[in-house]
């Protein structure tokens, strides 16, 4: 990768004077190091006692240095001291130097230091990941560091990881060094006496706690002086540092969509291959489609862009090929010369049209399942071969997320055309959606960006109907589940610690014990809505950690330890087997009821097509709207409306006998009311894009909804009953008028057998923002075993006979 101006450290000619303390270069401290190795009888030391004769013999390299030629002059004996810190064995690989302390001036250096890491002036060339003004602060907090560890004794670690970056001579690609100064070589001596420090700062200083300002003052500028050389190592860290930067490229959800982004993408992947010709491509597969996002061969030709002129193709076009085999084998194929690849289909000539001799194809997968690929080519034979796999594995799985990303983002930008503003559209409405967008495509030219602002959904004088089958007092069964669950837990912890305390009497156990003890009193009285997290909490932190030691105790411990694991659900921590059966008898209800609902709604869709949504919580609630206005032909009669009225009644009364049938075979016996809300004045409802989902439009039309949220809390008026009752149908209104039409209905299924011959006419408590309803609450036949459960497909031929018993249901 080419380097730029921009970003290269320079250091400016005041960098030196911008140091607060004398620093010049010496060899002293090396020098001494070879006088000790010369008092050694050894071989060793016979050898630095030849060097150090010689040394001695001139005098300039004994103190301290300020021309650095001086070095030149007397380079084979500089070569010789140097040797005990740059070993020749690892001349020619090693990045080791010498600088003049605390500047980045190079006064020696091995030959791979001096050919890579230095610039022609002595001083160190490339990028540094530190502005000048902190790279000025990282060298004081060194320099100080050097001053405590010396002069008062106290280790002050600095540690930062100061990356150098470079081009390469050869290919002009970019390698990461990290860069490590070493002091040992340097004396620190103190020009005046320096301030005490208090055994407080002896403290703070030892837990570094102390800032740059605070070192400031206790160590004036210029109150010490360096000598020597600092030693300077650069390790090669290219690899982890483009891994790093392509990891956080590859974040951003951009990055193989915006062509900028993707060729820093395949400049980053050349420095990581040290190929300086690579090209990228990344293609994803759906099925039998492939979809090429982005490519280098596309860039060079001032294509490209994932949405605009993404090239589209089929499965079958790559038949016989280099990528179909990589796909099918499932592993990375390398070509190391497309030239001589026999035989060669369309996409491999293409290749090679367009220059590219060698190639690598890797499959790309996303949670086992395949979603693309990754091709790298090279317009150099052999450039790509075998070697690259193992780097080729570590950029794989992080390609394969960013591809699954970028196809998701496709779909989203492709489909939300249409939906984008809007949720799951249900296909009785979905032609109104189609209509809007065609017409909002027709006002904008083809070179335009579509607007995305689409006119309101509204479906004026639809009926509505709602309806509502809700599990009575699962909030309060659901308490006493979690209630007995928590009890039991915390009777098993109890059961560990005072077997625990049996076996050695610690207070520590017979403490906890009582912190038990006092949770259980409290929730035996009533259950919090912070008891489950606070005994979790408890239990958690300050008694499982203990489980390990305990069972040292002996087999009895060990066994109640056993017990209590055996009965925590490993997936939430706690006790779930009163909860785990009030869940499951919940579920067992809602799919009993919903997939019943379900079914009964697709045979109405066959009688006349409407809107349905249905939701599930602990029971299950729809509505529905029908009328002319959803239907692309505007057809509808009132029959059809008559008919889904009496279809609700047939419906709740099938949802009583089904969940009454079930009861036996739950873990929990729970109860399920019926309410079904009668609204015969038609209304309109929008499109809400923010909650996406229709709502009714208008005020008036928004009682109904306010009705809708808070009836199932009616009470009757005059009394603390509340109208819902299992085993029953309640039936609100408004106007008389209403009522009478479903008085109908209800003889009907009263002659039927379903409903029982009582019909109550209640008023109900006032609700805020809805006044003056009554009801009309019917009881379902429960008792009666030989009722099937209704079925609109089957009902229908259940007619009366003329002597009012019931023809039994197909």
Excluded at 168 to 183: A, M, N, S, V, W
Excluded at 428 to 456: C, G, I, Q, Y
Excluded at 697 to 724: P, W
Aim: glycine share 6%; net charge negative; with cysteine.
């Amino acid at each position: 990768m080419g380097m730029t101006n921009e970003g290269i450290t320079k250091v400016p000619p005041d960098f030196a004077r911008d140091f607060p303390f004398e620093s010049r270069l010496s060899l002293a401290t090396l020098i001494r190091f070879w006088d000790e190795q010369a008092k050694d009888p050894s071989v060793g030391g016979e050898m630095a006692r030849s060097l150090m004769a010689r040394v001695h013999q001139v005098p300039a390299l004994l103190g301290p240095i300020d021309d650095i030629t001086l070095l030149d002059e007397h380079a084979e004996l500089v070569d010789g001291l140097m040797g005990a810190v740059f070993p020749r064995v690892f001349w020619e690989q090693a990045f080791m130097g010498a600088l003049i302390p605390f500047t980045l001036r190079s006064v020696y250096g091995t030959r791979a230091f001096d050919n890579n890491i230095m610039g022609p002036d002595g001083v160190l060339y490339g990028r540094l990941n530190l502005e000048m003004h902190a790279l000025k602060d990282f060298r004081l907090l060194n320099a100080y560091a050097l001053i405590l560890e010396r002069l008062h004794g106290i280790t002050f670690p600095v540690d930062y990881p100061l990356i150098l970056t470079m081009p390469e001579p050869e290919t002009g690609l970019d390698r990461h060094f990290k860069i490590q100064f070493e002091g040992r070589f340097v004396d620190v001596e103190a020009l005046r006496p320096l301030p005490p420090l208090s055994d407080e700062m002896r403290r703070r200083l030892i837990a570094q706690a102390v800032d740059l300002e605070g070192l400031k003052a206790l160590i004036p500028p210029g109150s010490v002086r360096f000598s020597g050389f600092t030693v300077v190592k650069a390790l090669d860290v290219t690899d982890q540092e483009v891994l790093s930067s392509i990891k956080r490229d590859l974040i951003d959800k951009e990055s193989i969509v915006s062509n900028a982004r993707f060729v820093k993408l395949q400049e980053k992947l050349r420095t990581l291959f040290r190929r300086a010709n690579l090209r990228l491509s990344l293609t994803a597969i759906e099925g039998e489609r492939i979809l090429m996002l982005n490519s280098g061969h596309q860039l060079d030709h001032g294509q490209g862009c994932i949405f605009a002129s993404s090239v589209r193709g089929k499965t079958k076009d790559y038949a016989g090929s280099v990528f179909e085999k990589a796909v099918v084998t499932g592993q990375p194929i390398f070509i190391e010369d497309l030239a001589a690849l026999s035989p060669r289909t369309a996409k491999e000539e293409m290749l090679l049209q367009k220059g590219m001799r060698s190639l690598v194809v890797a499959p790309l997968h996303y949670q086992g399942q395949l979603i693309g690929t990754l091709s790298l080519s090279s317009p150099q034979p052999g450039d790509i071969n075998t070697l690259l796999a193992p780097r080729l594995q570590e950029v794989l799985p992080l390609f394969s997320v960013a591809v699954r990303r970028s196809v998701d983002e496709l779909h989203s930008r492709v489909e939300g055309f249409i939906k984008e503003q809007f949720t799951a559209i249900h296909p009785v409405v979905e032609w109104r959606f189609r209509k809007a967008v065609l017409e909002t495509m027709d006002r904008h030219t083809a070179e335009s960006e579509p607007n995305r602002e689409m006119e309101p959904i509204v479906f004026r004088d639809v009926h509505p109907l709602y309806a509502v089958s809700d599990i009575r007092g699962s909030s309060t069964h659901r308490a006493w589940a979690i209630q007995a669950d928590l009890l039991t837990q915390l009777g098993l912890a109890r059961e560990v610690l005072r077997a625990a305390y049996e076996v050695r009497p610690l207070p520590i156990l017979d403490q906890l014990t009582h912190r038990i003890d006092g949770s259980t009193a409290e929730i035996e009285v009533t259950l919090r809505s912070g008891d489950e997290m606070g005994v979790l909490g408890f239990l958690k932190t300050d008694l499982e950690p203990l489980f390990g030691h305990l069972e040292t105790f002996g087999p009895t411990v060990h066994e109640k330890i056993d017990a209590y694991r055996a009965a925590v659900d490993p997936g939430i921590g706690l006790v779930y087997a009163r909860r785990k059966e009030f869940d499951e008898s919940v579920t067992r209800i809602n799919e009993a009821v919903a997939s019943y609902i379900d079914l009964e709604e697709q045979a109405a869709q066959g009688m006349f097509p409407h809107f349905f949504e249905k939701q599930k919580t602990d029971g299950v609630d729809y509505t529905i709207y029908l009328g002319g206005a959803l239907r692309e032909d505007g057809v509808f009669d009132p029959l059809y409306l008559k008919n889904m009225r009496l279809w609700q009644l047939m419906v709740a009364c099938g949802v009583a006998l089904r969940v009454e049938r079930l009861k036996n075979g739950l873990a929990v016996g729970l109860d399920i009311t019926n309410l079904i809300l009668i609204q015969h004045a038609p209304l309109s409802i929008r499109f809400r894009s923010d909650e996406k989902r229709f709502d009714v439009d208008g005020a008036y039309n928004v009682r109904y909804e306010i009705i809708k949220k808070r009836i199932d809390k009616a009470i009757i008026r005059g009394t603390t009953e509340r109208l819902t009752q299992p085993g029953k149908i309640a039936l609100v209104y408004s106007h008389p008028s209403e009522a009478a039409e479903w008085r109908e209905y209800i003889e009907y299924l009263q002659r039927l057998g379903y409903l029982t011959s009582d019909v109550e006419e209640l008023e109900l408590d006032e609700l805020q923002g809805a006044q003056g309803l009554r009801a009309m609450r019917v009881t379902v036949d429960l008792a009666n075993r030989e009722l099937d459960v209704p079925s609109t497909a089957t009902v229908a031929s259940a007619q009366p006979r003329a002597d009012g018993e019931r023809t039994p249901a197909a």
